[in-house]
């Protein structure tokens, strides 16, 4: 059941990504979200001897939860990663009249000053880390109407803060915030309609990652794996 739902929330971010249609999810309580992003880590907490300890949960309905818990999912991954066997993650939340904060501190070796901001920009220090995630988490929380910031504490560690409306906000296309070097078109529009698109490759999810992703511009897409289907 775990597996179904993140499999779920990762369609739904992958399509938000390449500019493709995404329905508006209906909002749910905080308290199941964090529950939820709490039990999909909890067989890499038991690997990483971490325990992941929830606060006080304050009330309030979270718009578009599936992004908030992919964002989460990411905060606690680090989290875990970066803290010493024994250690703790915790998680607290505040609320204001529109938002919900979520704090996720860590028992790491914290964030240097001189890292604070790169750490969004693809600044990564974990072994096999690209800094893909932070980076991502930021670009998605901001494209749904949330922020991502990193909290300067008075602890050792690394303590997070994701703030998320609790009222739906109005539509951001995730295009507009993340630069694309080419395509750089609001999801869902329709400016490659007509134009007919030849992509050439051989790996299958690569094409049909493309396929997707340009027919979802209105393209007319033809797919080739060798040079005899090419001129064909």
Known sequence: ETAARQARLAFRVCRRAIGAEVDREPSRPVGDVLMDAAQA??????????TVQLGSITGGELAEPGGAEQILLNLLLNAMAYSPRGGAVRIRTSETEDDVS???????????AERRESIFEGDSTR??????GLRHARDLARSLGGELTLLISPRSGASFRLTWPKIPPAPVSFASVVPRPSLSVRAGSLLL????????EDDPAVTGLLEVALEARGAMV???????????
């Open 102 to 112: 979520v704090d996720v501190e860590d028992d790491g070796p914290g964030v240097p």
């Open 41 to 50: 880590v909890k067989v890499e907490a038991v690997r990483h001897a971490v």
């Open 193 to 200: 309609g007509g134009t007919r698109v030849l992509v050439v």
């Open 127 to 132: 072994v096999g880390g690209t800094g893909v």
């Open 222 to 232: 033809t797919l080739a794996s060798s040079v005899e289907e090419v001129f064909a």
